[in-house]
């Protein structure tokens, strides 16, 4: 029989080694190896204590009385959105973001909108003095709402303060980072203490039915800090997003067990905090530049609401051995897959060419759907012609060049519509779909290679030699 020796387990990603490390060689943390299993709990029970007999308790069938989450709406409607409709009692959220983007303007705005409302809600700051929370609360106008701050980091004091007196709603925890408990040794800001930190605060929510929010920050290759588990242990990972340049905000749910996954909320950050974007089409199309060659409107689809965004293409001959292809918000293997099937089947030539695709407003798409409309970016920016400024774009396209229908054809339709629209250009099978009532004017796109011809043929300065082999002699 084999011999059991000790197991060591690093407490940031499970692997099991069989000696102690001081580094973790799978996840490269350092200090997140412990011992663990028979020998080591033998020495933790101590001698003499017998081990615990499992108490039976008893199961339950599937169906049977179900109550609704108790949700408790914030009245800032995007986030609601977001998380499916309000904050659930008991649940634990934890909200990403980069160090500035406004976690915590949004979030002493949500206090502040709960706590008028008539609910108890507590602001924990781990990072600001009570003086810095309250100026920034001054300058939002909220100075005013009753909610109740603290500056404070250990954990445990935290939660014997919440369970005095009425159980808060709502509490914020602003960073889980700089949370620290005295039930594990390691120093504050380790792996250790952010898992130890959220899973005291998470009891705490269950026991108590409050909701929690836990502020997260974000490393630079967009996780958030700290181990991938707290991600695990909480109800609803949100990520807040955004480029720093630009104004608008955009909430996204990253896990949600409540509610969907892929709601997102715009706002916009103004001088007086962080202000709801309800028709956010309206907003990423504010800037267009109408006329130019190599943009094109994509009429998305943002959970259950539609979406129009400008999609820039820039196409230049390079100058360099391997041309470059860059990408902002947006997949960087599905530009390399349009560009292979424009180069395949639609007789474009793009091998001697730099390609920069960027989606406007800081957005980042993740549908397939938008395929049709940074292609006619594409081929916008290299044929030098413009894209008619009032149409839009979507259809998905496949390997063989051919342009596939998408979701929610209607609800894209109907927003174009809406801002003013009057020509769509969609795959052939959603023509037929939206019939002709749809108050646009379709044109229907079997294959990439037709789209091709038909804005070579709106060519400004003669068509480019790269286009030519598209159109032939048409
Ligand atoms: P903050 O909420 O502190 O970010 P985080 O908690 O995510 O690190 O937001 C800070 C930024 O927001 C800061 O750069 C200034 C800007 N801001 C405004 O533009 N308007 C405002 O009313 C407030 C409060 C902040
Ligand atoms: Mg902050």
Same mark, same amino acid.
């Given at each position: 029989?084999?011999?059991?020796?000790?197991?060591?387990?690093?407490?940031?990603?499970?692997?099991?080694?069989?000696?102690?490390?001081?580094?973790?060689?799978?996840?490269?943390?350092?200090?997140?190896?412990?011992?663990?299993?028979?020998?080591?709990?033998?020495?933790?029970?101590?001698?003499?204590?017998?081990?615990?007999?499992?108490?039976?308790?008893?199961?339950?069938?599937?169906?049977? %009385?179900?109550?609704?989450?108790?949700?408790?709406?914030?009245?800032?409607? %995007?986030?609601?959105?977001?998380?499916?409709?309000?904050?659930?009692?008991?649940?634990?959220?934890?909200?990403?973001?980069?160090?500035?983007?406004?976690?915590?303007?949004?979030?002493?705005?949500?206090?502040?909108?709960?706590?008028?409302?008539?609910?108890?809600?507590?602001?924990?700051?781990?990072?600001?003095?009570?003086?810095?929370?309250?100026?920034?609360?001054? *300058?939002?106008?909220?100075?005013?709402?009753?909610?109740?701050?603290?500056?404070?980091?250990?954990?445990?004091?935290?939660?014997?303060?919440?369970?005095?007196?009425?159980?808060? *709603?709502?509490?914020?925890?602003?960073?889980?980072?700089?949370?620290?408990?005295?039930?594990?040794?390691?120093?504050?800001?380790?792996?250790?203490?952010?898992?130890?930190?959220?899973?005291?605060?998470?009891?705490?929510?269950?026991?108590?039915?409050?909701?929690?929010?836990?502020?997260?920050?974000?490393?630079?290759?967009?996780?958030?800090?700290?181990?991938?588990?707290?991600?695990?242990?909480?109800?609803?990972?949100?990520?807040?997003?955004? %480029?720093?340049?630009?104004?608008?905000?955009?909430?996204?749910?990253?896990?949600? /067990?409540?509610?969907?996954?892929?709601?997102?909320?715009?706002?916009?950050?103004?001088?007086?905090?962080?202000?709801?974007?309800?028709?956010?089409?309206?907003?990423?199309?504010?800037?267009?530049?109408?006329?130019?060659?190599?943009?094109?409107?994509?009429?998305?689809?943002?959970?259950?609401?539609?979406?129009?965004?400008?999609?820039?293409?820039?196409?230049?001959?390079?100058?360099?051995?391997?041309? /470059?292809?860059?990408?902002?918000?947006?997949?960087?293997?599905?530009?390399?897959?349009?560009?292979?099937?424009?180069?395949?089947?639609?007789?474009?030539?793009?091998?001697?060419?730099?390609?920069?695709?960027?989606?406007?407003?800081?957005?980042?798409?993740?549908?397939?759907?938008?395929?049709?409309?940074?292609?006619?970016?594409?081929?916008?920016?290299?044929?030098?012609?413009?894209?008619?400024?009032?149409?839009?774009?979507?259809?998905?396209?496949?390997?063989?060049?051919?342009?596939?229908?998408?979701?929610?054809?209607?609800?894209?339709?109907?927003?174009?519509?809406?801002?003013?629209?009057?020509?769509?250009?969609?795959?052939?099978?959603?023509?037929?779909?939206?019939?002709?009532?749809?108050?646009?004017?379709?044109?229907?796109?079997?294959?990439?290679?037709?789209?091709?011809?038909?804005?070579?043929? /709106?060519?400004?300065?003669?068509?480019?030699?790269?286009?030519?082999?598209?159109?032939?002699? /048409?």
């Amino acid at each position: 029989m084999a011999r059991r020796g000790p197991t060591f387990v690093c407490q940031n990603c499970g692997a099991v080694t069989g000696r102690w490390q001081g580094k973790c060689e799978a996840c490269g943390e350092w200090n997140t190896i412990v011992e663990e299993g028979a020998a080591a709990d033998a020495r933790m029970a101590g001698p003499g204590r017998p081990p615990r007999k499992g108490r039976p308790f008893a199961l339950e069938p599937l169906a049977g %009385e179900t109550h609704e989450a108790p949700r408790l709406p914030s009245g800032i409607a %995007e986030l609601d959105r977001v998380t499916g409709g309000g904050f659930v009692r008991g649940s634990v959220l934890l909200v990403g973001g980069d160090p500035g983007i406004g976690k915590s303007t949004l979030l002493i705005q949500t206090a502040a909108a709960l706590a008028r409302a008539g609910h108890r809600a507590v602001y924990i700051s781990g990072e600001e003095a009570v003086a810095q929370v309250r100026l920034r609360a001054e *300058r939002l106008g909220l100075a005013a709402a009753p909610v109740e701050l603290a500056a404070e980091t250990s954990v445990e004091d935290i939660i014997a303060t919440l369970t005095q007196g009425k159980t808060p *709603r709502l509490v914020v925890i602003d960073s889980i980072q700089t949370m620290w408990t005295d039930a594990v040794q390691s120093a504050p800001g380790t792996v250790t203490q952010v898992r130890g930190s959220a899973q005291a605060l998470i009891r705490f929510a269950k026991r108590a039915g409050a909701a929690v929010i836990l502020v997260g920050h974000v490393t630079k290759d967009g996780q958030i800090a700290g181990p991938r588990v707290v991600e695990h242990m909480v109800d609803a990972v949100l990520s807040f997003e955004g %480029e720093g340049t630009h104004l608008f905000r955009i909430m996204r749910a990253v896990k949600n /067990r409540f509610g969907p996954t892929d709601e997102i909320g715009v706002f916009e950050m103004t001088g007086s905090g962080l202000r709801e974007v309800a028709n956010p089409s309206e907003l990423f199309l504010s800037e267009r530049d109408l006329g130019s060659p190599g943009t094109a409107v994509f009429a998305g689809v943002e959970g259950t609401r539609p979406l129009l965004v400008e999609i820039q293409a820039l196409v230049a001959p390079t100058t360099l051995g391997t041309p /470059r292809r860059a990408v902002v918000g947006w997949d960087q293997s599905r530009l390399s897959m349009v560009l292979a099937v424009l180069e395949a089947h639609c007789g474009v030539k793009l091998s001697g060419h730099d390609v920069y695709l960027n989606v406007a407003g800081g957005l980042r798409i993740q549908e397939p759907a938008a395929d049709l409309a940074a292609a006619a970016a594409l081929v916008s920016s290299l044929g030098n012609a413009p894209l008619p400024s009032d149409a839009v774009f979507f259809g998905e396209v496949s390997l063989s060049g051919a342009v596939r229908p998408v979701a929610q054809s209607a609800a894209r339709l109907k927003e174009a519509h809406k801002l003013g629209f009057a020509r769509a250009f969609v795959p052939e099978p959603a023509r037929g779909e939206a019939g002709p009532d749809a108050g646009l004017a379709l044109t229907g796109i079997g294959g990439l290679a037709d789209l091709v011809a038909d804005i070579a043929q /709106r060519g400004r300065r003669g068509r480019p030699p790269e286009l030519k082999a598209a159109v032939g002699d /048409r």
